[in-house]
């Protein structure tokens, strides 16, 4: 939950920014005059993760991000992906014992905002204050451990994007200019013709043109407005990602951010005029001009850290998170997050972040989800319907970074029957078994020197498990995770099977066979709860207590072969009871 420290109470914009007069900036007409001649300062931080700001990295937490979402619309199921994959990211690395810091939030600024008030006869902050709380609302419902929701209309977020903004236009990055092209509202970008194409309405024959990237509409727009010098850091950007070929997940990202700096870069509008847009910060020494949307939403990464961290203490510095270890986005948002945004940090010597993970997209019957086709997935229905764990697993499980993904109530259930109630249900309930164990305790563990034929293929499933599952999150990739998971506990429901233990358990004879096969099926159903735990925090709580599993036995040295129960065996006790994952059938 996020600290009420970090909920304050909104001043007037006014208030916010303290603007300062144009006189504070004495380059101020030059920059206008001679924007051709910016000389880009060297600076390690340019394509490093290391900042120029000499942030101690000794103690520095796992830092990750999911976007901050627009409040021109309630949250649906692409939201809570997004918010779901960041939050077990942070719960493996806090697994693993580190400290780990998630943020997420709102964003509250721009024309799309302003105009969905208007449509909704409301003040642009009673929107973002109603539409805020259901985002909130729904990373409760959804157990998101975030430990700050930002909202960029907090007087912290418009402190740290005015230092952000006076350090970009100190160093000559921003300059007053006039601008003629396409702009999108949908999407509150400026595009250049050649991510444009033309299209006609094939009711009324009309034409219009959209932007290629994303589909929606633009316009056509002339207006005079402050310009960053994008284009001067074409050649940064391009040495960033070749210097570091991981910085964006997938690799298909990575290339194809390649290939837009490739094909160069042009300056980009950083301002709105109030004429245009009314509802966002204005521009300091100048408030005939509002903050264009994208300076003021990314810097919300920032603000969560303490910036511009210049009251804070060495220790305090030490442990503010920058860089970001991973920033979760939509693949539909990849250009402000791999292009626009490194760039500002360049340009204002701050560490660029360590990863950029784009995420691939849902469909609905293979069709891209639309508010109006009303195909959207309401997450507090899904939610509602199978249960937090269960939506939360099956978005991790079924959800890529490469290919859209489907989701339907029959596809939920489907992965619920077959994985979560047929596979480690029926392992739990098959190894606490009071028919098979009456006493209740632990088995004895075997010995790892002499396994028996028939356990050796689930036995080498046990040991390569954990460094399957560390591959796989140390790439992002939770399908592969999941995947190899259930790979494992499909063996171990195959050995079971084939070991017969009640047979077994009718022969004195075949005692100390029967403790083998029930152990290792309790420690297969053990090691597969513990690395699901980030993942599904609650129903996996359930299942290794009802192991005996000891809140201090629940951490990564304990996720791996024969360390559990390692402690006092004798004394610990299965509990048996109903089955974890009852029958659930999807709604029609």
Same mark, same amino acid.
């Given at each position: 939950m996020a600290s009420s420290t970090f909920l304050l109470r909104r001043l007037p914009l006014c208030a916010q920014t303290g603007?300062? =007069?144009?006189?504070?900036?004495?380059?101020?007409?030059?920059?206008?005059?001679?924007?051709?001649?910016?000389?880009?300062?060297?600076?390690?931080?340019?394509?490093s993760t290391h900042?120029?700001?000499?942030?101690?990295?000794?103690?520095?937490?796992?830092?990750?991000?999911?976007?901050?979402?627009?409040?021109?619309?309630?949250?649906?199921?692409?939201?809570?992906?997004?918010?779901?994959?960041?939050? !077990?990211?942070?719960?493996?690395?806090?697994?693993?014992?580190?400290?780990?810091?998630?943020?997420?939030?709102?964003?509250?600024?721009?024309?799309?905002?302003?105009?969905?008030?208007?449509?909704?006869?409301?003040?642009?902050?009673?929107?973002?204050?109603?539409?805020?709380?259901?985002?909130?609302d729904l990373f409760d419902a959804a157990n998101i451990s975030y430990t700050t929701y930002i909202r960029t209309t907090e007087p912290r977020h418009a402190v740290a994007v005015k230092k952000i903004w006076d350090d970009l236009l100190e160093r000559g990055y921003i300059y007053k200019g006039h601008h003629e092209g396409w702009y999108s509202v949908s999407d509150e970008a400026f595009y250049p013709s050649t991510h444009v194409e033309e299209k006609i309405n094939e009711k009324t024959g009309e034409k219009y043109h959209i932007a290629i990237e994303t589909g929606k509409e633009v316009e056509w727009t002339t207006e005079e407005n402050y310009k960053f010098k994008l284009s001067a850091f074409t050649n940064k950007l391009t040495e960033w990602l070749d210097n570091n070929p991981e910085a964006i997940l997938p690799k298909s990202r990575h290339l194809e951010v390649q290939g837009w700096l490739k094909s160069g870069l042009s300056d980009l509008s950083v301002s709105r005029p109030r004429s245009r847009l009314t509802w966002g910060i204005p521009i300091p020494g100048d408030d005939s001009h509002v903050m264009?949307?994208?300076?003021?939403?990314? !810097?919300?990464?920032?603000?969560?850290?303490?910036?511009?961290?210049?009251?804070? =203490?060495? =220790?305090?510095?030490?442990?503010?998170?920058?860089?970001?270890?991973?920033?979760?986005?939509?693949?539909?948002?990849?250009?402000?997050?791999?292009?626009?945004?490194?760039?500002?940090?360049?340009?204002?010597?701050?560490?660029?972040?360590?990863?950029?993970?784009?995420?691939?997209?849902?469909?609905?019957?293979?069709m891209k989800m639309s508010k109006s086709i009303g195909n959207v997935v309401d997450p507090f229905t899904a939610m509602e319907e199978f249960g937090t764990d269960t939506i939360r697993f099956y978005l991790m499980n079924d959800g890529g970074l490469v290919d859209d993904a489907d989701y339907s109530s029959e596809l939920v259930a489907g992965r619920y029957k077959k994985l979560l109630a047929g596979q480690l249900g029926n392992l739990l309930n098959r190894s606490t078994s009071v028919a098979l164990n009456p006493s209740n305790k632990v088995p004895q563990q075997p010995s790892a020197d002499n396994v028996h034929p028939d356990d050796k293929a689930l036995h080498e499933k046990l040991?390569?498990?954990?460094?399957?599952?560390?591959?796989?999150?140390?790439?992002?990739r939770t399908t592969h995770a999941t995947q190899a998971i259930f790979d494992m506990i499909a063996e171990a429901n195959a050995n079971f099977t084939h070991c017969e233990p009640w047979n077994l358990v009718k022969d004195p004879a075949s005692h100390?066979?029967?403790?083998?096969?029930?152990?290792?099926?309790m420690e297969s159903t053990r090691l597969a709860t513990?690395?699901?735990?980030?993942?599904?925090?609650?129903?996996?709580?359930?299942?290794?207590?009802?192991?005996?599993?000891?809140?201090?036995?629940? =951490?990564?040295?304990?996720?791996?072969?024969?360390?559990g129960w390692v402690k006092d065996p004798e004394s610990r006790r299965i509990l048996p009871g109903a089955p974890m994952f009852p029958q659930v059938k999807a709604r029609k």
């Open positions: 603007r300062l =007069s144009r006189s504070s900036y004495p380059a101020f007409t030059t920059l206008q005059q001679s924007r051709s001649r910016t000389h880009i300062r060297p600076s390690a931080s340019l394509y900042a120029a700001t000499d942030l101690d990295q000794t103690n520095k937490p796992y830092y990750i991000t999911t976007p901050i979402f627009y409040v021109n619309a309630v949250p649906h199921i692409g939201h809570l992906h997004s918010a779901v994959l960041a939050d !077990t990211f942070k719960r493996f690395h806090e697994m693993k014992g580190r400290k780990a810091i998630l943020s997420t939030g709102t964003d509250e600024h721009g024309l799309k905002i302003q105009q969905a008030a208007a449509q909704a006869g409301m003040k642009e902050i009673e929107l973002c204050d109603k539409v805020s709380k259901r985002f909130q264009y949307v994208w300076m003021d939403a990314l !810097t919300n990464y920032l603000t969560v850290t303490g910036y511009p961290w210049k009251d804070m =203490s060495d =220790s305090q510095k030490a442990v503010c998170g920058w860089p970001a270890d991973a920033q979760v986005v939509g693949k539909d948002i990849l250009r402000f997050h791999a292009v626009y945004w490194p760039a500002f940090l360049m340009a204002a010597d701050i560490a660029v972040p360590k990863k950029i993970v784009a995420h691939a997209h849902w469909t609905q019957g293979k040991e390569a498990l954990p460094g399957l599952v560390d591959e796989a999150m140390a790439n992002y100390d066979r029967l403790q083998t096969v029930l152990w290792y099926a513990l690395l699901l735990q980030p993942i599904m925090p609650t129903k996996t709580a359930e299942i290794l207590d009802r192991l005996d599993i000891r809140k201090d036995e629940r =951490s990564w040295e304990h996720a791996s072969l024969g360390q």
